[in-house]
Every structure is written in structure tokens, then in C-alpha cells.
């Protein structure tokens, strides 16, 4: 009876903190991180669950920054693997909705990469189709998104190599130091990009982004657009998780120089 | 730690990817420089920026030539 009464009590202990849990969580995804509720929602049910076994365990020593940048993906949403399902069962209705779901992503991506409109085009169409037609070789080891990317991404880098055929080695050495060292260094202030439309400040990213070398732009998407891990990354383009970390750096400070004439906060006259 | 050696860590600093140590070194090295500080705090920018950038939709004539090759090889046309 006591452990009846005990386990009740456990119950009622668990729902009660995932209840109040869920709501701040949500309200604080919302209101800091822009997301929209239902995306705040989705996250929540996701984390919460694993966040109950940590709250009544010992939290582990943090060896993070204090500002640990990536959140939870709200590329790929629960239904990913019901869906991958039915697709290879024949399902063509649920192969189209993964089709809606990513083909914007699909062709940025390849568009990034390729600089190229009708490589892009081309890259993107090639990419869903022969994600259909080898769907029976996806394993379900990883996310349908990323396995999706690998394609876009052989199929994009194909495209580009075709057309600048000196410039689009992935096994290059990086640069010396001197590549390394910033020459802007100015306050942007808090929201820098607030100063933009969306589609001007879309502009501005993408220009940026195209004026990188491929070895650094293609490691870039991966991991700071798309949303790939590290080693997903390496597998992707069939580097080594060292090489893609040394390129991510360069992209990164390259890019930050870049961005910089537009985002510095004018001094006053 | 100098700022040549925070250069060379900034990115795994910035994904939580360093060491309690170095990271207590750069932590010491970014209160007393203001370079530094916003090196670092410019290329959390860029990032953040790029991250929560949303994909344009995708312009009509694209969509409707990427549907139209997915009907021709999988027999079907898409949902709209």
C-alpha cells in the first residue's frame, strides 16, 4: 500500500514539474528567442522529458562557455521519421510533404554552395530525386535532414567543381596565420541586424557568404546555416572533424570582417 | 592566454567545445581586453545572425520547375 501511495505521489510530483517546468520554458523560448509558441511548445516536449531525469540527479562539472550558441534544431520536426516511413512503404503524398517541408532549405543550401542559379536549380531537383529513389539505402542512423543534405550536397559541389574546376579542392591547406587576424574591430551594438529589412539584410548575408572561397563557404553552411554537427559536417564533405573546425574558424572571422562595414555603429559626425 | 591564442580558440569557445581551463583563461584575458571582447562578441554576431536567418520562399518559377521535374520521374504531382 505505502509503495502504491508513494508511486501515486511520484506521479503527481513529475506532472506537476513538467507542468510549471514547460510553461516557463516556453514563456522564456518565446519572449528571448524569438520563436513562435508552437515551435517553443515542440522544443519543450522534447527537452523536458530528459530534463526531469537531471533535475533530481547532481548536475555534471560545466566545461562550456557561459553562452553556448547552438539551440535545439527547429529544422527537423517530430514527425520526420513517421514520414520517411510511409515514404519508403510507397507513400508518395508523404514523400511530397518532406518535399515541401525542405525545399527552400534544399536550394539555399545549394545556392550557397554552387553561387549559381541553375547549378542550384539543378542541385535541388537531383537531390529530392535521388533521396527518393535510395530511399531504401537510408538506414535511419541519422536524421533524414542531414542524409538529405549529404545528397544536396555531393550533388551541389559536382556542379560547382564542373564549372570552376581550380578552385574547388575541399583538401586544400588552409592559409597562414595572417588570415587569422582580425584588421575591423568595432562595436555593432546589440541588434545590429535590426537595422535591415529582411530581404536587404538577406542580401547583405548572402553577398558575404558568396565572396568566401568554396572551402570555407561550404564548411560554413553546414555548420552555421544548416545546422549540422561537426562530425556530420566532416562526413557530409569527407573531411576530417580537425579540418572542418580549422575552416570553420577562417569562415567564421572572414566572415565577421566582412559583415563589419555594415554593422559597425556610425560614430557620430 | 594573449589575443593570438583567444583568436585560435574563439570558435570552440563559442560552441562550448573548450576545456575548464582554457576557458578560464580566456575568460581572464576577455576582462581586461576590450579588442578582444568585441572580437568575440562581433563573431557571436555573425553567427546568431546567420543561424536564425530564415530561407527566402522559394521564388514561383523555381518551385514550380523543381514540382514539375518530381512529377515527370515520380509519377505524381506533388501537394501544392
Redesign the interface.
Known amino acids: 500500500m505505502d509503495s502504491l501511495i508513494t508511486g501515486c505521489l511520484g506521479i503527481v510530483a513529475r506532472r506537476s514539474w513538467l507542468h510549471w517546468r514547460r510553461f516557463e520554458t516556453t514563456a522564456k523560448l518565446v519572449r528571448y528567442q524569438?520563436f513562435s509558441v508552437i515551435q517553443a511548445e515542440t522544443i519543450c516536449a522534447n527537452l523536458l522529458e530528459g530534463a526531469w531525469c537531471a533535475a533530481i540527479t547532481p548536475p555534471a562539472?560545466?566545461?562550456?562557455?557561459p553562452?553556448?550558441?547552438?539551440l535545439p534544431s527547429t529544422i527537423v520536426r517530430e514527425d520526420e521519421g513517421a514520414l520517411v516511413s510511409l515514404a519508403k512503404s510507397g507513400d508518395?503524398?508523404a514523400?511530397?510533404?518532406l518535399?515541401?517541408r525542405y525545399?527552400?532549405?534544399i536550394?539555399?543550401l545549394a545556392m550557397n554552395i554552387t553561387q549559381n542559379?541553375e547549378d542550384a536549380?539543378d542541385a535541388?531537383?537531383d537531390a529530392?530525386?535521388k533521396s527518393?529513389q535510395h530511399l531504401g539505402d537510408f538506414q535511419g542512423g541519422s536524421r533524414f535532414y542531414t542524409w538529405l543534405v549529404r545528397i544536396a550536397v555531393n550533388e551541389a559541389l559536382m556542379r560547382l567543381r564542373r564549372r570552376r574546376p581550380n578552385v574547388t579542392s575541399l583538401d586544400e591547406p588552409v592559409q597562414t596565420?595572417e588570415d587569422?587576424?582580425?584588421r575591423e574591430?568595432?562595436?555593432?551594438g546589440p541588434t545590429?541586424?535590426q537595422r535591415y529589412q529582411s530581404?536587404e539584410?538577406?542580401s547583405i548575408?548572402n553577398s558575404a557568404i558568396a565572396d568566401l572561397e568554396p572551402i570555407f563557404r561550404t564548411v560554413?553552411v553546414l555548420r552555421?546555416?544548416e545546422?549540422l554537427s561537426t562530425e556530420e559536417t566532416a562526413d557530409a564533405l569527407g573531411i576530417s572533424v580537425p579540418a572542418v573546425?580549422s575552416r570553420?574558424?577562417r569562415g567564421?572571422?572572414r566572415?565577421?570582417e566582412k559583415?563589419?562595414r555594415f554593422?559597425e555603429q556610425r560614430k557620430p559626425a | 592566454m594573449n589575443c593570438k591564442g583567444l583568436i585560435y580558440e574563439i570558435s570552440a569557445y563559442l560552441d562550448g567545445e573548450l576545456a575548464q581551463e582554457t576557458l578560464t583563461e580566456i575568460e581572464v584575458h576577455l576582462k581586461r581586453c576590450k579588442d578582444c571582447q568585441l572580437i568575440v562578441d562581433t563573431t557571436r554576431k555573425t553567427i546568431q545572425i546567420y543561424y536564425s536567418a530564415q530561407p527566402l520562399p522559394l521564388p514561383d518559377d523555381v518551385r514550380e520547375r523543381l514540382h514539375t521535374a518530381l512529377i515527370k520521374r515520380l509519377g505524381r504531382r506533388p501537394n501544392p
Open positions: 524569438d562539472k560545466r566545461m562550456s562557455s553562452e553556448p550558441k547552438h508518395l503524398a514523400f511530397d510533404e518535399v515541401n525545399e527552400r532549405r536550394f539555399r542559379r536549380e535541388t531537383q529530392f530525386l527518393f596565420e587569422l587576424i582580425p574591430i568595432e562595436d555593432w545590429p541586424e530581404t539584410l538577406n548575408l560554413f552555421d546555416v545546422q573546425k570553420l574558424l567564421r572571422l566572415l565577421r559583415l563589419n554593422f
